[in-house]
Each structure stands twice: as structure tokens, then as C-alpha cells.
């Protein structure tokens, strides 16, 4: 059932920090006391007892844009990109070519640099593709929301834990809650979407379009608006795989790779039986130390809260405090 099907074990090292909220701009208020005309019972209101008038509005955040980097030259070609694509938006962000650059969009540029190791042409060529998939798919503004019907149920939440750097969201995939096989997986389609949806929400949690909180320079420091994800094995056959959930795994794999790169922070496998971690102590030889500190795997789901963060916002069965995934979920909204 596993859509991760090659992950690799590795101790919980990845730290996130919950995006910064923005600073929202202020409303112009008119004063209309001036306006009033005098009497003998009312006097004239004097100019110096006028209503005040309101508080500027506060600066967009500001991002300078050293030239002769790979974020200037990336920016530089981003017109080309969003022409070729002809779509604008992503993760709630409307890219933008107009100077100076808008911050939202260095931010995404930045993750897409990251990505590739500052190879510009690379990260130009990943995000015409993504954009131009994001249309084809269906998502952004304007896209009707789809209906997944009960046998989605309970398969995928989006909450956020508590950790020393901040708030972080969360995604949890619990795949032994799938009643039929083929049903849920057998229209390849149709889960697409629902898990391209469950990230979508996830990713929408980074509050990329608002936050004041740059992204350091490939090489230069953690990604701070990255999110976890939770994969829950409980119940779920490692040995024969159904060929319907290996083509939804290996299409599933391709997506998140290609179109999603920097928004993973650390990648918990849990319930996975110890008869089986051979497996992802062998992948991880073939993996970047980079990729494989991400992942981690959890024999015992009850060591998982350990692992996350704070106790409060991991349910009881995982070993925290908290009430179940769907009560966690709801706090959120």
C-alpha cells in the first residue's frame, strides 16, 4: 500500500520552522466630520479635533536580489517561463515578473533553485513543467472541487505539531484505513487527485503567498517552509502488493518528485514490521545523505510522538497526548 515504497531509516535530525505570518495591509477610513455644517447648537468642529486620518499602509517585505546569483538569473528568465507554461500560479502564489520582485515569488524561485542545486537552466525547466501540469491538472484558482466519495475516507489528514523551531504542519497518510484495494486504487485518476489534493492542502498550511521569512540560498541553511508527512503501514502486506497500488505508488512517487521538490521536511514510515527494515537500511546506500536524513522509520507506532514533537498534538495512539487525527484536523480550521 505504500505510495513511498523506497524510503531508507535515518534518526529524526530534520528541524522546520512554521512559516511567519505577514503583515496585513491597512484600510484608508474617511473622515466625514468636517463635512458638517455649524450651528448655533452645534458648533463647527475645530480642524484640530478632525477625525485622524488612517495608518499607512505597511510595506510589502522586502527581499533584495544580489545580481549575478542564480536567484537574479532565474528571475530574469521567469516572463519566458510563465509564457511557455501559460498558467501564472502555484502553492497560492501568482507568480510575477513585474520589478521589483514580489516576495512570494522569489520564495517559490528559491525553492526550485534549491532543488537543483542552483543549476539555473535545470530549475527553469522543472518550473515550466510543474506550471504547465499544474493547468493541465486542473488546480489554482477557479478549479472545481472535486468529490472523493467514502472510500477515501479517513485515508489522509492535515494538522501541524509543536517542535523547538515553531509550528509545523503535518500530512498523514494512513493506508491500512483502505477498505478495497481496487476501489481506492484501481482508478489511477481519480487518486491522483485525492492525493494531490491532501498535499495541496498541506503545502496551502506554508502560508507561502503571506509569509515575511526568506529562503536561505542553496548550501546556505535550512528551508524553513517545508512541512512533515506521517505514513501509517499498520495492517498493510509487505510482502505481495496489490499491481494496482504498485502503479498508484510509482505514479504517486513521480508526481510528488517532479512537482513538489523542497516542501518536505522529514518523512515518519510507521507500523513498518522489523522483519522489513533491512529494506530501507539497504536502499538508503543508494540514496543522498541529504534524502535519507529525512527518512524515518518507526517500527512501533506508539514511538512516534518521541519522534515529532510536542505530545499535545500527536493522537494517543502514536504515543502522544492528543485526541484522534480527525478532532487534530479540525483544530486547524
Known sequence: MSEEIKPTPATAEATTAAPAPAPGAATEAAADEQAKPATAEVPAVPTSDAAEPADEPAAAPSWPVTPDTPLAALFTRLPAILEAAGHTQIWGVTLSPAAPAAFSTLLVLQKYLRSTADDVDAAAAALEKTLAWRKGFGLDA??????????????GYVTSVGTPAGREVVTWNVYGAVKDLGVTFGDLDRFLHWRVALMERAVGELGLATTTVPIPAYGQGEDPHRLAQVHVYEGVSFLRMDPHVKAASKATIELMAAHYPETLSRKF???VPLLMSWV????????SAETAKKFVVVSYKANLAGEMGDKADVPQEFGGTGPGLAELEARET
Open 142 to 155: 477557479g478549479a472545481e472541487p472535486r468529490a472523493y466519495g467514502p472510500d477515501f475516507d479517513g485515508l
Open 269 to 271: 514510515f510507521v507500523g
Open 280 to 287: 530501507f537500511t539497504a536502499v538508503r546506500m543508494f540514496i
